[in-house]
């Protein structure tokens, strides 16, 4: 395993961020909680989230690496969904607001979905998130993430 001898991660990450309007709050506080670890990657996020991180991170003195695509109503999901496709994602956050429907489904479905087709893990809440991005397996060269395969399986009874 190559880790470095301080316990922070070797390799960098692209990092897709996105948070429902309720769950902003949410992210922008595991962002900051964060902060020391987030800096040391590339931070991809919808458009409102985005700036409410690199503000709150920013008004801590943290300098981190921030992408905004368009906000999750507009297309922001999308994007960051063919970013995924075209393997440009290692880690995805959704804080997804669950208990009010929303105007984009279709889409929010759709980033869903792409996570799992191309075996990019996804974090729908804070403590899965914690556990994904202070995983050793991130740095280990030996691990390599097995392909998710989609087979008819045939039981016989």
């Known amino acids: 395993m190559n880790k470095q ?3 922070t991660m ?20 595991w962002a900051i909680f964060n902060a020391d670890m987030l800096a040391k990657h590339q931070l991809i996020c919808t458009g409102t989230t985005g700036s409410l991180i690199q503000q709150a991170l920013k ?6 690496d921030i992408t905004c695509m368009n906000s999750g109503p507009l297309g922001g999901d999308a994007e960051i969904a063919a970013l995924v496709v075209r ?32 075996n990019v893990p996804i974090a729908c809440n804070r403590y899965s998130a ?6 050793t397996l991130w740095d280990n060269d030996d691990y390599i993430p097995k392909e998710p395969r989609y087979v008819r399986f045939d039981r016989e009874v």
């Open 5 to 7: 001898n301080d316990g």
């Open 10 to 29: 070797k390799k960098q990450l692209k990092i897709a961020l996105v948070a429902h309007d309720r769950r902003k709050a949410d992210m922008v506080e």
């Open 59 to 64: 008004d801590k003195g943290v300098d981190v």
């Open 87 to 118: 393997k440009q994602i290692n880690l995805a956050v959704f804080l997804i607001d669950d208990l009010n429907a929303q105007p984009h489904e279709a889409d929010i479905q759709m980033l869903l979905r792409q996570c799992r087709v191309h």
């Open 130 to 135: 914690d556990l994904m991005i202070t995983s």
